[in-house]
């Protein structure tokens, strides 16, 4: 498998682990979302930049206040339903 590719939002880098591992899948009506030690510290800290963007919605929108998971981006095994993880300040 290739290595596993994560942008963090509002972030210029990319963060590159050949040991990150998510999937997700659908699960009893909704999804399930699995992952190794690395996977889900990296879900953890995608989540955590995007709840650190401004709480203005607009300018939360043009730093980024999404994440796509999903094969294109190579951030997900094989088999996985694709997803997005998106801040809303207005929820």
Do not use: W
Not at 15 to 20: D, G, P, R, S, T
Not at 61 to 81: C, I, P, Q, V
């Amino acid at each position: 498998m290739a290595p596993v590719v994560c942008m963090v939002p509002g972030e210029d880098t990319k963060i590159m682990a050949a040991e990150c591992k998510l999937k997700a899948y659908p699960y009893e009506g909704g999804f399930e979302i699995a992952g190794n030690r690395e996977g889900l510290k990296q879900l953890a800290e995608i989540c955590l930049s995007l709840a650190e963007l401004p709480e203005n919605n607009e300018e939360a929108k043009r730093l980024g206040n999404h994440y796509h998971f999903a094969d294109y981006m190579n951030n997900l095994e094989n088999g996985s339903t694709e997803f997005t993880i998106l801040y809303d300040p207005d929820l």
